[in-house]
């Protein structure tokens, strides 16, 4: 069954689904002029390797103390000072560098996310590898083959490295060993996005969504299943219409938690039960995520929408950057701050949804992954490998 799997990249479904629903007008927003509340700047940027190239990727920095942490897909890992972006230390993964890191190199290290946490740093491959790493010196504390590629970043928490491989299993390792723990296996769809929903640990429990509209609770330390509900059920007439992908990481709200869909809705979730606190018809594959006292969403179609945590209410919605796939955003003070695939970084305004900023970093360089804020400063990755630093100044 896994070796006929199919992989649809997020970009282009949504763009063919956003052709299929409309015969005229354009495939996606153009920017128009705004006023601006806030001046924005790069503090400082530094490219690390060769990024991620044609390949989506979810490759994004990490911060802990006054180090950035970073890869690229060809197996560079690096340590930054927070403050100026110079190179603490340096580590490669898997293949050959090659001349220049250019010629004759060799496999790809298909690295494909990492995770700080405390002493270790641990990173993920497409080519069924986890590495854990000295967060200190960037030495190699321990590697482990899993069955499957490494979609998404290690979940790190009560001592064990969870992963959601990109053949459905979910597989615990020991943190301080690498030695598998438990191993559990989800039914794959035929096709399906690529990407996997980044398992979040809370409450002695592993969430995650699955590939055919499930969310998923299990035992963390025995990995079997406590209970399953579906947010989406495959409808239509085409199998792009009939997706129903969970993607995006959980967001959990003390005892319940928020997870949407792919041609599905918004569900919030009781953690312990699996009872069905609200739902709303927002369908996303993008991760929700905590703006004070609401939620901020990216919907399959790169609106961003303002929800009422407390019953899925949208409070407002702004469809200005339709069709740019906007990442995850960040929050910032009043503002919420999302990447494009064009390069562009949007501010909007957290209370009334109007576009408050906006910062070209590389032109028409995507951005795929959500940036990290760590003392009001806003890290960002492109798919070139260049990390950036900006700030923002309220005017």
Same mark, same amino acid.
């Given at each position: ?122 990173? %993920? *491959?497409?080519?069924? =590898?986890?590495?854990? !790493?000295? +967060?200190? &010196? /960037?030495?190699?504390? #321990? @590697?482990? $083959? ?62 995650? %969504? *699955?590939?055919?509209? =499930?969310?998923?609770? !299990?035992? +963390?330390? &025995? /990995?079997?299943?406590? #209970? @399953?509900? $579906? ?83 949208? $409070? ?80």
């Amino acid at each position: 069954m896994i070796g006929f799997k199919r992989w649809l990249g997020v970009i282009a479904a949504a763009s063919f689904l956003a052709a299929c629903s409309s015969v005229e007008g354009p495939s996606y927003a153009e920017l128009n002029t705004i006023t601006a509340e806030v001046d924005t700047s790069v503090v400082w940027r530094t490219r690390v390797g060769s990024g991620t190239g044609e390949h989506y990727s979810r490759l994004a920095p990490q911060v802990q103390d006054n180090l950035i942490f970073a890869a690229d897909r060809h197996g560079l890992v690096v340590a930054l000072n927070k403050d100026n972006g110079q190179r603490v230390w340096q580590q490669r993964l898997g293949g050959r560098a090659g001349i220049l890191n250019r010629w004759f190199r060799g496999e790809p290290a298909r690295l494909s996310g990492i995770t700080v946490a405390g002493s270790m740093l641990f990173v %993920g *491959s497409e080519n069924g =590898k986890v590495y854990a !790493l000295d +967060s200190e &010196t /960037g030495e190699v504390q #321990w @590697e482990q $083959r899993v069955p499957g590629e490494v979609l998404s970043a290690p979940s790190v928490g009560e001592g064990r490295v969870v992963l959601h491989l990109g053949s459905g299993y979910i597989v615990a390792l020991s943190a301080r060993t690498g030695e598998q723990q438990w191993l559990h296996e989800e039914e794959v769809a035929l096709l399906s996005l690529r990407g996997v929903s980044r398992p979040v640990i809370a409450s002695g429990g592993v969430i995650f %969504g *699955s590939a055919t509209g =499930k969310a998923v609770v !299990l035992l +963390s330390q &025995t /990995g079997q299943i406590a #209970w @399953e509900e $579906r947010l989406a059920t495959p409808s239509g007439s085409t199998e792009l219409e009939r997706l129903v992908d969970v993607d995006g990481a959980p967001l959990v709200l003390g005892t319940t938690f928020v997870m949407s869909a792919f041609n599905g809705e918004l569900v919030a979730l009781d953690l312990r039960s699996g009872e069905v606190v609200w739902k709303q018809n927002h369908g996303a594959w993008r991760s929700p995520v905590l703006a004070a006292n609401r939620i901020a969403l990216v919907n399959q179609d790169s609106h961003m929408l303002s929800i009422d945590r407390n019953n899925g209410l949208e $409070r407002w919605r702004n469809s200005d950057l339709f069709n740019r796939s906007l990442t995850e955003p960040a929050v910032i003070g009043q503002y919420l701050i999302s990447g494009d695939r064009f390069g562009y970084l949007h501010w909007f305004n957290r209370t009334s949804g109007t576009l408050a900023g906006r910062l070209e970093l590389n032109d028409d360089v995507a951005l795929q992954s959500a940036p990290i804020v760590v003392d009001d400063i806003l890290y960002v990755q492109d798919a070139k490998g260049y990390i950036y630093a900006v700030s923002q100044r309220v005017k």
